[in-house]
């Protein structure tokens, strides 16, 4: 089995943690990750679970079916 800090966003990390915060304490939370250029998804792995190899996946194939339309005559 890989190890822990390799596994993202797999059926084996299936779980939701939710927590509340106040707006301020949310934008410095999101601007500390993105100065690590960083999610806040994986930010939290890196700070809060210790994995410091955390790191965000290339976003996935775009669902063209979803994209606007071009307005016609």
Do not use: C, W
Not at 21 to 27: C, F, H, T
Not at 34 to 55: C, F, I, M, N, T
């Amino acid at each position: 089995m890989s190890a822990a800090g390799s596994i993202h966003r797999s059926r084996e990390r299936s779980v939701n943690v939710a927590f509340r915060l106040s707006p301020d304490d949310r934008a410095e939370l999101r601007r500390r990750a993105a100065e690590q250029g960083l999610s806040v998804q994986a930010y939290l792995e890196r700070v809060a679970l210790g994995r410091p190899d955390a790191k965000d996946l290339p976003p996935g194939p775009k669902n063209h079916a979803q994209e606007p339309l071009p307005m016609t005559g």
